[in-house]
């Protein structure tokens, strides 16, 4: 194998695979600067709002909506812990804990419509049942993933069947995983018709993003494969970024 350098080997000429655009997302979903002011709001407006309504709402709703203030609560708690010389590994787990609280919201659905307009500073990008939130539906989009995970399926197993006597065992696990997990992804989003009902997109999703969230734990794809040249900039599917 040639060790001479390529242009594609330079980071500046590297553009973002699928695994990369959404590090990037995560991070700036999950910082401390955009969401604790949200989250303050919040816990600081839900429970006067329970006190006022808890006696006019279903019992049904006014349990989601307790367990939804215990969430905010606990993911505001979380962040409120960060500080400028936390560990990469202090981090890490850290997001992993926040996001799969914010995972938790989804299954209790939207908040009140009192507490869901918490103001115009609000980012469009807010994962956390603002009504206006379009990120995270762009990022489970087909128009957006579709291309990137096409791309990957087509040139992984060439990859794979041109390199497997040369990578480490661990590694050649991990990829074969990645590539099954890209496979699942694809195929599920194959699957939305214009026609699908709310709670259809919304399974599908969920799958979809759970899905995703397993490739963290398989790190990174070859850079031959993490340089895919997907056009989809951090711009688009997220303005605020």
């Known amino acids: 194998m040639s060790s001479e350098p390529h242009a594609s080997d330079n980071p500046s000429n590297r553009k973002p695979s699928l695994p990369s655009l959404l590090e990037k997302i995560k991070q700036k979903l999950l910082s401390a600067k955009v969401l604790l002011p949200l989250l303050r709001d919040r816990v600081q407006r839900y429970p006067v709002w329970l006190a006022e309504n808890g006696h006019k709402i279903d019992p049904a709703d006014k349990e989601r909506y307790v367990k939804q203030l215990e969430l905010y609560k606990i993911i505001y708690d979380d962040l409120q ?70 791309n990957l399926l087509e040139r992984y197993p060439v990859w794979l069947a041109e390199n497997i006597n040369k990578i480490d ?25 214009p026609t699908d009902s709310t709670k259809v997109n919304s399974g599908r999703d969920k799958k979809v993003l759970d899905n995703l969230k397993k490739l963290y734990d398989f790190g990174q794809p070859p850079d031959e494969i993490a340089n895919i040249g997907a056009e989809t900039p951090i711009s688009f599917l997220c303005p605020m970024m």
């Open 169 to 193: 065992l661990a590694d050649k696990e991990r990829y074969v995983k990645q590539l099954e997990l890209y496979k699942i992804i694809y195929d599920d989003l194959q699957q939305e018709k």
């Open 81 to 150: 812990q960060e500080k400028p010389t936390d560990s990469t590994e202090v981090k890490s787990l850290r997001d992993k804990k926040v996001l799969d609280n914010m995972n938790k919201l989804h299954d209790y659905g939207q908040p009140p419509d009192e507490i869901a307009d918490i103001g115009a500073e609000t980012p469009p990008s807010f994962p956390m049942g603002n009504p206006s939130s379009k990120c995270p539906m762009m990022l489970l989009s087909p128009e957006v993933l579709l291309p990137i995970l096409k």
